[in-house]
């Protein structure tokens, strides 16, 4: 039995430890511990002071009743009370500030962690919910640690110096006062657990609309192009409005609550006084020492009336730092752990598919890959073909393990790619997705991401990637801001700008995917060419090309031809049009319409 106790206590210790609320306290407030200390001792002087002055008021009625010189007493009082206007701001500079504090390196921590969750997290959270809770949440959390602190600090404090120079005057009137006050606090309760969950669910919609309002914002021209204003207009009312209500039931929450620590107070006082005066009558009490307890009521009501407040303020920041915390504790997925493999680099890495299969986590029972195995020789340039929706982006992302892949089925040099460093493998390779992201800077900045990037690398990068006379055209040259998204360029000078992207990483796996979707025949040339290049450089760089063009793929040393995740067919260009099969339907229809002097396959 008693082990058992002993367990649970444990257990609790440690469900306690993992709370959200100990986590901040443990991570961030500590560190402010002398500040809070400090603070604490100033706030524990003010109320110190406040429920002196009382006494001396008290003093100073029974002195009056006696006619004797009541100097002293008015002396005292109002040093006391400079006093504590100073010591009050004190504790306040001393327990607000750390919030600050905190707040700073909340968010910092949390962009650094934002800046490490993988693709797979994002796919599961909304961008506007994420801002919310870097936003909102880490603001409640601010207002929970600093004012909230204080007012913990504050009651206790209140509480206990009250309550104990209430003893010393009448323990039988500190028993009047206190049992209103006590059933108040029962009332309250109830409450509480309810204000958690409101503003959870409050905080939750708050997120909702940021994501409308930022995916309006983005898709602004698609909205406007399509007429479709009234319709977002009321999707976004639909979420307003269940924000008002759950915001207009957490006021009302707030508005039973918190009057019923007033009330509580206001029947302390007349209880106060309903007993307290015939105590006087009788004699047993004098009219100061009445005089003086009243007086310490009136101090411990302020703090008493906060409480409510307080109550909500807290449940609010627990909320915000419930939502914080699922970002930060949101599992990054790295399955080498803390040691992993770093390869030799330097030249291109094998690469082998062995069996297999993907499914993305988000859709489990759907099949992108299956039974996939293929083995790339060092430096080789590695096309792969298949229609659209074939998986030849998801066969890319697991090599450049923007997933991870089962174990064992993705090898680089003969290592599983699930136990390489992360961070050094993708250091090796340079990857250039479908759709290209570019970051509202200028081309120079976009090309070299790195600090400080190197101009000469910045310019031969843009060169290959077929990019110099579009600059010529560009206001600024390498210096244009090329707007949010890369808003100011055109669809393939996007392309070939996150290409030359690629490039200037000069890593020694290069992956290219479908760069040539949005290009006319003569910069296809330029680029086919560039391509062709990079394959003459045996062993140097390993090159995956998935395209819908073939020509860009005649080069390759070996096409993978996929589809609906499976490997079809592989083989090298000259063999796959030497066959049937979906790769030579390809080939004769884009020759012909090449022939026929059409513009080559559009964009896809
Ligand atoms: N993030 C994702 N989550 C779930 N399913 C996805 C995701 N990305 C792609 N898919 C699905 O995986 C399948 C393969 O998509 P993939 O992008 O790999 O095809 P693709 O061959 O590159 O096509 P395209 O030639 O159009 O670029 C598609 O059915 C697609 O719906
Ligand atoms: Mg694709």
């Known amino acids: 039995m008693s082990a058992r106790g002993d367990l649970s206590t444990k257990q609790q210790r440690a469900g306690f430890l993992a709370t ?38 008290g003093k100073a009625v029974d002195a009056l009743r006696v006619s004797q010189p009541l100097g002293g007493y008015v002396g005292a009082i109002a040093l006391m009370g400079l ?133 309006s914002i983005q898709g602004m021209a698609t909205i406007q192009g399509f007429v479709a204003e009234d319709a977002f207009t009321q999707r976004f009312e639909e979420r307003n409005q269940s924000w008002l209500r759950t915001g207009m039931k957490l006021a009302l929450v707030r508005a039973i609550a918190l009057p019923i620590l007033v009330l509580a107070g206001g029947i302390a006082m007349f209880a106060l006084l309903a007993v307290g005066g015939p105590l006087v009558l009788e004699g047993r009490l004098t009219v100061g020492d009445l005089a003086a307890f009243t007086a310490l009521l009136t101090v411990f009501l302020p703090p008493l009336r906060s409480l409510g407040w307080m109550l909500s303020v807290l449940q609010r920041g627990r909320a915000a730092l419930d939502r914080i915390f699922e970002l930060m504790d949101a599992p990054i997925e790295r399955p080498e752990g803390d040691e992993g493999l770093v390869l030799e680099r330097g030249k291109g890495p094998s690469i082998e598919f062995r069996d297999l299969s993907f499914a993305y986590p988000d859709q489990p029972e759907q099949m992108v890959l299956e039974n996939v195995s293929a083995r790339i020789d060092p430096g080789a340039v590695i096309g792969l073909f298949g229609r659209t929706g074939s998986g030849k982006s998801t066969l890319l992302r697991l090599v450049a393990r923007h997933y991870n892949p089962p174990p064992g089925s993705v090898l680089v040099d003969d290592h599983d790619v699930t136990c390489l460093d992360l961070d050094a493998w993708r250091e090796r390779l340079a990857m250039v997705p479908q759709r290209p992201f570019l970051f509202s800077e200028s081309v120079a900045a976009n090309v070299g991401l790195d600090d400080p990037p190197s101009p000469e690398r910045i310019d031969r990068a843009l060169s290959m990637a077929a990019f110099n006379t579009d600059l010529e055209v560009l206001p600024h040259g390498l210096q244009t801001v090329v707007g949010e998204r890369g808003i100011m360029l055109s669809g393939g000078q996007r392309q070939r700008v996150a290409l030359a992207r690629g490039l200037y990483r000069q890593g020694d796996l290069l992956i290219l995917d479908d760069v040539l979707s949005a290009v006319d025949h003569e910069t296809e040339a330029e680029l086919v060419a560039t391509i062709a290049d990079l394959a003459r450089q045996p062993q140097k760089l390993t090159v995956f090309i998935a395209s819908h063009r073939l020509s860009a793929l005649q080069y390759a040393d070996l096409i993978l031809v996929l589809e609906r995740g499976r490997i079809v067919d592989q083989g090298s260009h000259r063999e796959l049009i030497s066959r049937k099969g979906v790769y030579r339907d390809t080939w004769d229809a884009q020759r012909r319409r090449d022939a026929v002097g059409g513009a080559g396959e559009v964009a896809s």
């Open 20 to 57: 959200p609320i100990a986590k901040l306290l443990r991570k961030y407030a500590w560190r402010y511990r002398w500040s809070y200390l400090a603070g604490g001792a100033f706030l524990w002087l003010t109320n110190l002071l406040a429920v002196s002055i009382p006494g001396e008021i």
């Open 83 to 215: 006093a504590l206007i100073g010591v009050r701001t004190l504790s306040r500079i001393l327990i607000f500030n750390p919030g600050r504090h905190v707040e700073y390196h909340l968010r910092r921590d949390l962009f650094s962690r934002l800046l490490k969750l993988q693709p797979s997290f994002y796919a599961e959270h909304q961008r506007g919910d994420i801002v919310s809770r870097a936003a909102n949440d880490i603001s409640w959390v601010r207002t929970m640690v600093g004012y909230g602190g204080l007012q913990i600090i504050n009651v206790t404090f209140a509480v206990i110096l009250t309550g104990w120079k209430m003893l010393a005057l009448s323990p039988r009137l500190t028993l009047v006062v206190l049992l209103p006050v006590l059933a108040g606090m029962a009332v309250v309760q109830w409450g509480i657990r309810k204000l958690f969950h409101l503003s959870l669910r409050n905080q939750e919609q708050l997120g909702e609309i940021s994501e409308h309002v930022l995916g």
